[in-house]
């Protein structure tokens, strides 16, 4: 049973243009919502992390919007640079139970010039 | 400081076999997690252990198993490898498990099975 449903698959976005992508949750539990980046050859890092007491959290040009009652969040990446092309996968968790990470089902960004 | 590292970064194997992963988490770091990562089944959650024990485990076979040292490395078997196996193995540290520990992760195994 997927529990983190991710879309879109792909997106292409102009240089200097917001990317866009949205995560859907259903287990109720969850309280921390991750994103990672992640490139060819290359493990996931961690880019932003939000928790639940907070509808909004920006770092830099990335920035989460968190919607509790709708259980979904969304990753907007503004100005857009050919750097940003790759990999991204949003995740939760139940910090009570430990470190496990559920993934959704990840989106390749590729931004043009 | 150092990173995770995971060795060997690449392996081939024959169906049937049984293969170990290993996996060194940055110093300081008492969890390590296990997931699975295919184009068709995306990043999956095989295991946590944390101070030696396991604290959590995916919903994957028997045939996975896992294991931590006191020094917190951590190792990962496949016994009776299936060509389904294939896939790159991620291995992840945390200084803690639970509450809003970061997870580091490795730049993976490549495992194919032939």
């Known amino acids: 049973q997927q529990q983190v449903k991710q879309s879109p698959q792909s997106l292409i976005v102009q240089k200097g243009g917001i990317s866009i992508i949205n995560c859907a949750y259903e287990?109720?539990?969850?309280?921390?919502f991750p994103w990672y980046q992640q490139f060819p050859g290359k493990g996931p890092a961690l880019l932003i992390a939000i928790r639940p007491d907070v509808s909004e959290k920006k770092e830099g040009r990335f920035t989460i919007s968190f919607n509790k009652s709708a259980k979904q969040f969304s990753l907007h990446i503004m100005d857009s640079q050919p750097g940003d092309s790759a990999t991204y996968f949003c995740?939760?968790?139940?910090?009570?139970?430990?470190?496990?990470?559920?993934f959704g089902t990840g989106t390749q960004l590729k931004v043009e010039l | 400081k150092a990173g995770v590292t995971q060795t060997p970064r690449y392996l081939i194997k024959t169906r049937g076999q049984q293969v170990t992963l290993s996996c060194s988490p940055i110093?300081?770091?008492?969890?390590v997690s296990w997931y699975q990562q295919t184009p068709g089944q995306g990043l999956q959650f095989l295991f946590e252990?944390?101070?030696?024990?396991?604290?959590n485990k995916g919903n994957f076979p028997g045939r996975f198993s896992g294991r931590q040292f006191s020094n917190s490395r951590s190792e990962m078997n496949v016994s009776t490898l299936e060509l389904g196996d294939s896939a790159l193995y991620l291995c992840?540290?945390?200084?803690?498990?639970?509450?809003?520990?970061?997870?580091?992760f490795g730049p993976g195994t490549r495992l194919t099975v032939l």
């Open positions: 992840a540290s945390s200084l803690g498990s639970g509450g809003y520990n970061e997870q580091f």
């Open positions: 995740a939760a968790t139940a910090t009570g139970g430990g470190n496990k990470l559920t």
């Open positions: 252990y944390f101070s030696e024990t396991q604290r």
């Open positions: 287990n109720t539990a969850f309280d921390y």
């Open positions: 110093s300081g770091h008492r969890s």
